[in-house]
């Protein structure tokens, strides 16, 4: 049991045994049904709301401070704050509590004072702040998309780019990006991996596009001059021949970007990502034109691959958009990264783009908005509404879109 001295002069906190049992008595509490010690409090002279701050954990991350690990708070003056372990981020937002929260040093939980019965009796403590709030965490999406932009902001464009050298935008360390991105350090890196990001000179950059397709057909014209599997390209060999062409580090780097590493009787191969290579090739075909008819564009694309690859549509989720309806059928860029964060907001993008969409379509463009444990079916339901049209499931906006 714990009794909570009013504040007011010192000798009310200096409660007896018998003024305890009193209180006890006046509330109608048996004594044999409690614990033998009494908890004195009362209000310290600096007990105020506000100097001390709450936050509720899960086991994981009390895990993660016990260890010795640090927990960060990210976010510009701008944003809402996040709270990002090594590998995870977290929302935080104020809950508000009906019952006030107390600080009260060296407080003995019910636990302790079981295990040490000898000492229990009337214990005197002074409260050092309390609070009516605390903050709640919530697993969320890292907040990724900022990233790109930044690195967007100067794409690298070669050694001997003349703007490369002239450029008055900043770039950005790892330091740079943990300071700016809310989001996990172990986030972070495996976005900067997604997005193809290389260092430069202590930099993280991304390749402007042109360039980095400049670096592609080098490597995809030696593996066909050579002859190679596309399964097994030796880096060493690729160096060697490109190397007066282009830096070995960036030859190295569009064979990480586009094909796998691997050692095989101690040599560095790389086994090639058809899908991404054919993806690749599509983007460069599709930036410069508004629509394409989706029969031609096909058999261009065919033709522009590496000799063994095969061209699909299904290469292209996230990157391009099939219109059906019209007559013929085109094809057009639409890249997820370029649309908002946001869920509502990357909802009225999409319906301002396509009034219904089906399932098939829109789930390469809203699979990143998922949290945990989340679908795509139940993104659907809360911020779509579906219908039938010709015997096919579609989905519209729920709201009107201007």
Known sequence: MTALARPGPAAMSERSRAEVDATLQTAKLNPAELLPAVHCLSFGP??????????????GLCAELEAGRSLVIRGEKDEQAVLCSKDKTYDMK????????????????PEQLNADLASCNIIHSQIAGFSNNYWELRRCRPKLKKLRKLLMEDPYEGP?????QTSTFSKYTTEDLLSLIQASEEEILHQLQIINACKIEGYWRILEFNYEMKLLDHVTQLIDSESWSLNKVPLHTCLEELGSLEPREMIEHILLSYGRKYID?????????EDKICRA?????LQNAV???????QEVWQQSVPE????????????????KSSRPETIFLLKVEDLPEDNQERFNSLFSIREKWTEVDITPYIQDLCAEKQTVGA????????????????????RPIS
């Open 46 to 59: 600096q007990a105020s709301a506000g100097e001390c701050c709450l936050l509720q954990l899960e086991p």
């Open 94 to 109: 104020i809950a508000d509590t009906s019952n006030m929260l107390l600080f009260v040093p060296g407080c003995k939980t």
């Open 160 to 164: 001997n780019s003349q703007e490369d």
């Open 265 to 273: 009787d101690g040599e560095v191969y790389f086994e090639m990502h």
């Open 281 to 285: 090739i599509a983007q460069m075909l």
């Open 291 to 297: 629509k394409f008819n989706l029969s031609e564009f």
């Open 308 to 323: 063994g690859m095969t061209t699909r549509l299904d290469q292209l989720k996230g990157l391009a958009l099939v219109d």
């Open 379 to 398: 993104l659907l339901t809360k911020y779509a509404r579906s219908s039938m049209l010709n015997g096919v499931k579609v989905y519209n906006s729920r």
